[in-house]
């Protein structure tokens, strides 16, 4: 088992960069694939990035390709999710979820409390 927790939201202007870190507890992180998902108001929960055990792949929804970046460091229990040109739409509860490497909402286990962040316009 592993909690997660996320950090880093807050209020950003549109073109900004921000650094959103999930951290874990826990010896198994690194058996378990990473993916953040995020909701906006009155939306459903979508996916964003996912990364896998080692790090060695990652996959991006289309709107966040080449804008966001998913990494990991193992040792010290931690995966970063980077995006830059951010823009209004990004705006939501960003989640980490740890689990099998996936889009799919339901391939995850275990989910922190979310992070908020607004990107104004």
Known sequence: ??????????????GG?????CAASGR????YAIGWFRQAPGKERE????????G????Y???VEGRFTISRDNAKN?????????KPEDTGVYYCGGGS????????YYWGQGTQFTVSS
């Open 47 to 54: 996916f964003v990035a996912a990364i896998t055990q080692s």
């Open 78 to 86: 931690t995966v970063y999710l980077q995006m830059n040109s951010l």
């Open 1 to 14: 088992q592993v909690q997660l927790m996320e950090s880093g939201g807050g209020l950003v202007q549109a």
């Open 101 to 108: 490497y996936s889009t799919k909402l339901s391939r995850y």
């Open 56 to 59: 060695g792949s990652t996959s």
């Open 17 to 21: 960069s921000l650094r959103l870190s």
């Open 61 to 63: 929804a289309d709107s």
């Open 28 to 31: 198994t992180f690194s058996i």
